[in-house]
């Protein structure tokens, strides 16, 4: 584990760390996104960077050198490799999968032996963002609230009555300065079935959850000591003694961070909320990869992300990645999903995108790990 005393170098925003999980293996996205080269780790927008580079550069003009990232030993090089400016103190490598409350948690822990005031940003490795400066613009209104020790989420606007998110319900406005757009949090609810979904979206007190955290290091750990006291002591533990991580780090209790501190302190009041309005996707499935990819010229409602040439295609719409370096032919199809890596080839519809998953399961049962 690197030298967890360096002092942190400058900063966009005075005081304010962005902390980058990068980790899950993307299985809704398998064949492409595996447990060795999860769906941070791929340029699936066309732009010719990562995801996880992507959101470097989105939070560069906010942070300068101010950004930690915590990702698995399996992915240590790789990310190091995609970020060459990140400084080896502050890549964290996680032993094992503990979810996202002790990988947020331990930078936290991190960074409040750096800078006792430090106010972190945790933001997701696997984002795409519409509007950068737009995300910019609430961010530092977040960071302006977290200064007056909430713990701040930012909650997308909802585009339609989604089912696979979970919601934040809003309350009354906060008066802070440099922050007006700032509402209370009333509480966080999971995901809704259709109905519910748009019920609340016709009250307009909801946003999308889309875990992305702001908040003072030390309060975070602080709430995190009244709600789950043993893990806030294992990750302050960890922090002030790095060389121990192999023995601690497995008995940390796995929890969200939504569950561990987010649920709890919006029951006691100590949670706002930021509305976010700059277009937001996680990529969860090909379905939604599929919204964010331009549709070729020639074929209308055809989308293709990889080599053009090496798709045939006639009267089909949906989603094609080429990634074998063989032809893929499409004739005839609607809602078609084909995705083709060397070793595996998927082909379902986009309506059934969300089941991919279960494949990935299927195999594991198998033990056909080589493939997952």
């Given at each position: ?346 082909v379902t519809t986009r309506a059934r995108a969300q089941e991919v998953k279960s494949l990935v399961d299927e195999l594991k049962g198998r033990g056909r790990t080589d493939l997952t």
């Amino acid at each position: 584990m690197p030298d967890l005393s360096s002092p942190a170098p400058p900063s966009g925003v005075e005081g304010f760390w962005a902390v980058i999980p990068a980790g899950g293996a993307g299985t809704r996205l398998w064949p492409l996104s595996r447990a060795s080269s999860p769906k941070f780790l791929h340029d699936l927008t066309g732009t010719g960077r990562s995801l996880l580079q992507a959101t470097w550069d989105r939070l560069a003009p906010l942070t300068g050198d101010n950004v930690m990232v915590v990702t698995g030993v399996l992915h240590e090089q790789a990310v190091r490799t995609q970020l060459p400016g990140l400084a080896a103190a502050n890549l964290l490598a996680e032993p094992s999968p503990r979810d996202s409350m002790a990988a947020i948690g331990l930078a936290a822990a991190v960074l409040e032996r750096r800078d006792p005031g430090a106010v972190i940003g945790s933001f997701a490795a696997d984002h795409v963002i519409g509007d950068a400066e737009a995300f910019r613009a609430c961010v530092r209104e977040a960071v302006e609230v977290a200064r007056q020790d909430y713990v701040v989420t930012i909650g997308i606007e909802p585009t339609h009555p989604a089912t696979g998110f979970g919601y934040i319900h809003v309350g009354d406005a906060l008066q802070v300065e440099g922050a007006p757009r700032a509402l209370a949090v009333s509480e966080f609810v999971e995901k809704p079935d259709a109905a519910t979904a748009g019920a609340w979206l016709a009250t307009g007190e909801y946003r999308w959850n889309a875990g992305m955290f702001v908040v003072r290091a030390s309060v975070l750990l602080d709430l995190l000591a009244t709600y789950q006291p043993e893990l806030a002591s294992g990750l302050r533990l960890l922090a002030a003694e790095p060389d121990r991580l192999d023995e601690l780090w497995p008995v940390l209790t796995r929890i969200a961070i939504d569950h561990a501190v987010a649920e709890p302190a919006a029951a006691d009041g100590r949670v706002a909320v930021v509305p976010g309005d700059f277009g937001w996707d996680d990529v969860g499935d090909f379905s939604s990869l599929g919204s964010l990819v331009a549709d070729i010229e020639d074929v209308p409602g055809l989308k293709v992300l990889g080599p053009r040439d090496h798709v045939l295609a006639n009267d089909a719409r949906g989603l094609v990645v080429p990634g074998s370096g063989r032809t893929v032919a499409v004739l005839g199809l609607d809602d078609i999903v084909v995705v083709d890596t060397p070793d595996a080839v998927l082909v379902t519809t986009r309506a059934r995108a969300q089941e991919v998953k279960s494949l990935v399961d299927e195999l594991k049962g198998r033990g056909r790990t080589d493939l997952t």
